[in-house]
């Protein structure tokens, strides 16, 4: 079992729970992920590790209630058990040798791109930052991102909060600019990342995307987590999650993470009957 030592809601559906673990903590770099398990006959789903507390040994994660399970997840509360916590998992983020990034985060994705935007920050690399919401309610982690941020920009899809626009927008204003990058590395919904890749590859700029498909294990034995780069099928669970962006086939990704959206809606809609609340 593993305690909940701190909840924070960030927004109206976006929640970080901080979890006392300290074997994961040990090894946790950024870019990993745990996966756990809210009840013993629930199912397992993975979440990026979004911060460690070497003091309170604990492991932060932060999630959107999107479906049955993250719903449940989000009921806990300071002092709740969570069943099962394994990892880390998945690679971790390769930062060595980087000198000058634009981290682009997009929603829930931010919460991905933090660790990775400050790790390169504390490692003296030129950090740009550039994060998007769909509008001023689903803002988060915006003061944290421009602590560690050489420029920061926040776009709303409806220009409800600063620019108005989406991310490529920004990251098409300062190559025009002739700014230019070692790495781009971008996080959030899939056609986000693939829109993020297909621009960067004009300019040849390395870009890296973190996949999240459907994941059921973690360890690479399901194959519920494949994605094809370079023609190749390869498992964001031990191969990733991260990848380069212009190898992956963003087309077969979105397919796959449509074919169960249906079923999940309606278990997310039994358990919103079975608490009696609404998000």
């Known amino acids: 079992m593993y305690p909940i030592i701190k909840k924070t809601i960030l927004t109206p ?20 992920f745990v996966m756990l398990r809210v009840t ?11 911060g460690i507390d070497p003091i309170h040994e604990s492991v932060s994660v932060i999630f959107q209630v999107v479906g049955a399970t993250t719903y449940a997840l989000n009921q806990l509360n300071q002092g709740d058990l969570i069943v099962d916590l394994a990892g880390p998992l998945g690679k971790p983020t390769e930062l060595e040798g ?13 919460a991905i791109a933090y660790p990775i935007a400050k790790a390169l920050w504390n490692q003296q690399t030129e950090v740009h930052t550039i994060i998007g919401f769909r509008t001023s309610s689903l803002i988060f982690l915006e003061s944290e991102f421009k602590e560690i941020s ?21 990251l098409q204003s300062m190559l025009n600019q002739g700014i230019t990058f070692d790495e781009v590395i971008a ?30 294990d973690g ?11 370079a023609g190749q ?17 963003f087309d077969a990704a979105i397919l796959r993470n449509r074919m169960y959206q249906q079923e999940e809606l309606e278990n997310y809609q039994c358990e919103i009957s079975k608490g009696g609340e609404t998000i």
């Open 13 to 32: 559906t976006v929640s970080q729970l901080d979890i006392h673990a300290p074997l994961v903590i040990k090894h946790a770099k950024p870019g990993q």
């Open 40 to 50: 013993s006959d629930g199912e397992r789903i993975p979440l990026t590790i979004a």
């Open 98 to 110: 980087l000198k000058k990034v634009c981290i682009i985060g997009g929603g829930v994705g931010c």
């Open 150 to 170: 050489h420029t920061f920009h926040l776009l709303t899809d409806d220009g409800s909060s600063h620019s108005k626009g989406r991310v490529t927008d920004q």
């Open 187 to 216: 996080i959030g919904p899939l056609l986000m990342m693939k829109s993020v890749a297909e621009l960067t590859k004009k300019y040849g700029i390395k870009t890296i995307v973190s996949m999240n498909p459907i994941m059921v």
């Open 219 to 229: 360890t690479g034995m399901c194959g519920g987590c494949r994605v094809s780069v």
């Open 233 to 249: 099928m390869k498992f964001a669970c031990v191969d990733g999650p991260e990848f380069d962006g212009h190898q992956v086939d």
